[in-house]
């Protein structure tokens, strides 16, 4: 066997770290995003095709975080805003904006913002909003924006990984990938709403029961009064 028969095949696997988000092959700033067809990993920061599952650059897995893209319009409108408006006071607005929406789906906005906006209260702004989320995949961006030539900015990222941190911390993080941390969270939250229904389930069966057991005493002690 050859060596090339040992090298896998970069299309088979989705977590094979290919270009850097801020190589020559992928600049990161582009002078616009088509939304409709573009999205933005949460994670690295790296833009990517809407269809895509995973990013190609950082591996992480966006099969549980919808884009931007599938949102209504108006919050496209205000995503493009966000990223495009030549004003940094109106990009701000429409990054404290998109964040109070409080959807997952501005989580790769926010994190492009952090990472490329030419203004520090922008970037600053972002980190706010990432941190607010909650979202164990900002981990990574914040913790990129600690290296901002933006002294307030770094300090927002790390009042920003320290409220993620909180919301987590009796969650096991995964030492992996990102994607492993959040499905961690998914299913810790999904575990817990099954429980929540299964005790809420049983509550009431346990009140039928005791209403029907009152129900065949008043029967049985009026059969034996009329007796």
Do not use: W
Not at 78 to 86: G, Q
Not at 92 to 100: H, P, R, S
Not at 147 to 173: C, F, H
């Amino acid at each position: 066997m050859s060596k090339k028969d040992f090298i896998p095949d970069p299309k088979k696997n989705p977590y094979r770290i290919r270009n850097s988000p801020q190589s020559p092959n992928n600049p990161g700033n582009p002078e616009f995003i088509d939304f409709n067809t573009q999205r933005v990993c949460p994670s690295c920061g790296g833009i990517i095709k809407i269809s895509h599952n995973f990013c190609k650059y950082c591996g992480v897995d966006l099969s549980l975080i919808e884009a931007i893209g599938t949102a209504d319009e108006i919050s496209k409108q205000i995503a493009i805003t966000a990223v495009t408006d030549t004003d940094a006071e109106v990009r701000k607005e429409a990054v404290d904006t998109i964040g109070n929406f409080g959807d997952t789906k501005a989580l790769g906005v926010l994190t492009y913002v952090l990472l490329h906006d030419p203004d520090p209260e922008v970037r600053k702004e972002a980190a706010d909003e990432l941190g607010d989320l909650h979202h164990p995949y900002s981990l990574d961006a914040l913790a990129k924006a600690l290296k901002d030539k933006s002294p307030e900015v770094r300090k927002e990222a790390i009042e920003g990984l320290k409220k993620i941190k909180k919301k987590v911390k009796d969650k096991k993080m995964e030492k992996g990938k990102a994607s492993e941390r959040g499905k961690v969270g998914d299913k810790e939250e999904e575990d817990k709403e099954k429980k929540e229904k299964k005790e809420k389930e049983k509550k009431e069966k346990d009140k039928e029961e005791k209403d029907k057991e009152k129900d065949d005493l008043e029967d049985k002690n009026e059969e034996e009064y009329l007796l």
